[in-house]
């Protein structure tokens, strides 16, 4: 019913209340301890009721510590105040140090790039990972070729690394680039040819796509998207007229599938150890496979 003019009465607002977190999600649920509104994903069961994350933070009153309550990502991460921090430490990373490339010239690539083994002539010596360089498998993760190379990247590592970063919580989503980098490494290492210079976070941002799709399946979410975005990549990679190092694309993807899986579809009480043990087998892959490669080229 319309309000009468001068009755004194407030009009009703046509919404419930929202989610003091998520504002414009609406719900009838609210924290025991402040009484704010909080919806089904921030919500921490307690003794009576729920408590929203910051009450939980501060001691939830049921007998365990904050951190036993405090809640979780479906990886088992820490929810955190800003669930992209890390995809921006990561592209401003990319940025600076694409800056440094362009202030300093192709000798400071030349240092970091990813390359077997080869006479560098700026360098004026043998260099590469079989010269015991191997943190040319890290370093070059982060290096660029070109505006295009670089925006491509940071652009895919933005739409895909943020909402990753934020399903699996930082600790995880940092593995899992971390790891998905140095595979792509490793397999260009292994197949590349021993002069031909690598670089790119092509490998990590493929770990990724891996990964999300993986999130996807367990989220029982529409895949369409990006199975769609991830062949227009693969085409991409296989196409001669781009000069990509497609080995890295494939390690970074298949590093990422692997990880992304122990992440979300290891069991609640054995979660730890299966998502620990996954990364550790990964590393180990890495350093068998650039061991073997070293003694080949040595």
Known sequence: ??????????????????????????????????????????????????????????????????????????????????????TKLLIAINLAVFLLQLSLGDRFTDQFDLIGRAFVPLLGDVEGVAEGQYYRLLTSMFLHGSYIHIAFNMLSLWWIGGPLEAALGRARYLTLYVLS????????????????????????????????????????????????????????TFNPAFNIAWQAHIGGLVGGVVVGYAMVHAPAERRALVQYGTCALILIAVMVTVVARTAALT
Do not use: K, W
């Open 1 to 86: 019913m319309d309000q009468a003019p001068g009755s004194g009465q407030q009009p009703q607002d046509a919404h419930g209340p929202s989610c003091y977190r998520h504002p414009g999600r609406e719900t009838g649920i609210r924290c025991t301890r402040c009484e704010r509104p909080i919806c089904t994903e921030c919500m921490v069961s307690a003794s009576v009721g729920f408590q929203c994350p910051e009450c939980v933070r501060s001691g939830s009153g049921t007998g365990h510590a904050p951190s036993a309550t405090r809640p979780r990502t479906i990886a088992g991460g820490t929810i955190t105040a800003d669930p992209r921090l890390l």
């Open 181 to 236: 980098g140095l595979a792509g490494s490793a397999l260009t290492y292994l197949l590349a040819d021993a002069n031909q210079p690598s670089l790119g976070a092509s490998g990590a941002v493929f770990g990724l796509f891996g990964a999300t799709a993986v999130l996807m399946r367990r989220m029982n979410y529409d895949m369409r998207p990006v199975i769609a975005l991830l062949v227009i990549n693969l085409i991409f």
